[in-house]
């Protein structure tokens, strides 16, 4: 291996382990989706993911919440009536994969679209939500 191609891949690996340490403070050890507590957490990059690790597009969440986000096909419902308290997060990516698993789930649940109708977004994150869907 080149040393310009190892110290690109050790910069990669800096800046992962860095978002981590943030991460980890920013979510006071519970999911940032469902706020479960005392449960393994794991980062989550919310979709469309950008070439670079970013901040901005990392959760941390619990198995549930990533297995339900990645098979929605699978998707718990009920799970996810904890999104009334998620729509108001102060962590943007929060918001919008709450809005997007809302939208995703008012096809067939009344619960979700009332939801949904409490919600606001303002430009940004509607332009975010309008870029990803399940
Ligand atoms: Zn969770």
């Given at each position: 291996m080149s040393k310009k191609s190892q110290s690109k891949k050790q910069e990669r690996a800096q800046s992962l382990n860095y978002l981590g340490k943030d991460l980890v403070r920013r979510c006071a050890a519970h999911c940032?989706?469902?706020?479960?507590?005392?449960v393994p957490l794991s980062i989550f990059e919310v979709e469309p993911v950008p070439l670079e690790p970013q901040l901005k597009h990392c959760l941390m969440i619990c198995e549930l919440c990533q297995q339900n986000l990645l098979q929605p096909k699978k998707m718990?419902?009920?799970?996810?009536?904890?999104?009334?308290?998620?729509?108001?997060?102060?962590v943007m990516a929060a918001k919008v994969v709450a809005i997007v698993v809302l939208q995703y789930l008012s096809a067939e649940h009344a619960w979700a679209q009332e939801y949904l109708e409490q919600a606001y977004l303002d430009e940004d994150e509607q332009a975010w939500v309008d870029d990803w869907s399940l």
């Open positions: 940032e989706l469902c706020a479960a507590g005392s718990q419902a009920n799970h996810w009536r904890c999104l009334t308290t998620t729509i108001w997060s102060e």
